[in-house]
T-cell receptor, first 112, second 110 residues
């Protein structure tokens, strides 16, 4: 079973910041939070991951709460091409070969 | 840079027919390789993973099998397809901890 909870859908205006929440209240100390997105009929695209510190790359920022029970993915200036299903995933430990346990994700729709 | 290929992109097969889907990775050596299946509107389900040539671990019992004949080649097979095998099949690779996905194969079993 997925270890994360996400809202099923969200809307965001083009040019605004999109903030996607994720709850992972049962996360273990050695488990990472990963974010992927999947545009319709394509393979998932890696976005960002983190353990406990906030992370930023060219695509997005990841904010993880101090207790690590939730996180937020931020797309700073959303474009129409950011419309996709966004998956928040807790990655298993090395002895599970880093298995990713996927939920249903959040369908993000960017509106002009 | 690394590239992952899957083929075919789409496939329509009759029930009871065999299946062979191929995945190859370029630009890396000794990757971990993964096969996932995605049902419509759902998240991904891990089917198989491999940490080296000839080493396959199965996560879900089913009529599918996987093989890794070469370091950067991963094959998903079935001797007799079922209707329930329809779905979107994704191959992924990782060099350490982050997985990167191929474009996928959409399989329809009729």
């Amino acid at each position: 079973d997925a270890k994360t909870t996400q809202p099923p859908s969200m809307d965001c205006a083009e040019g605004r910041a999109a903030n996607l929440p994720c709850n992972h209240s049962t996360i273990s100390g050695n488990e990472y939070v990963y974010w992927y997105r999947q545009i319709h009929s394509q393979g998932p695209q890696y976005i960002i991951h983190g353990l406990k510190n906030n992370e930023t790359n060219e695509m997005a920022s990841l904010i993880i709460t101090e207790d690590r029970k939730s996180s937020t993915l931020i797309l700073p200036h959303a474009t129409l091409r950011d419309t996709a299903v966004y998956y928040c995933i807790v990655r298993g430990p090395m002895d599970s070969n880093y298995q990713l346990i996927w939920g249903a994700g959040t369908k993000l729709i960017i509106k002009p | 840079s690394q590239t992952i290929h899957q083929w075919p992109a789409t496939l329509v097969q009759p029930v009871g027919s065999p299946l062979s889907l191929e995945c190859t990775v370029e630009g890396t050596s000794n990757p971990n390789l993964y096969w996932y299946r995605q049902a419509a509107g759902r998240g991904l389900q891990l089917l198989f993973y491999s940490v080296g040539i000839g080493q396959i671990s199965s996560e879900v019992p089913q009529n599918l099998s996987a093989s890794r004949p070469q370091d950067r080649q991963f094959i998903l097979s079935s001797k007799k397809l079922l209707l329930s095998d329809s779905g979107f099949y994704l191959c992924a690779w990782s060099a350490w901890d982050t997985q990167y996905f191929g474009p996928g194969t959409r399989l329809t079993v009729l």
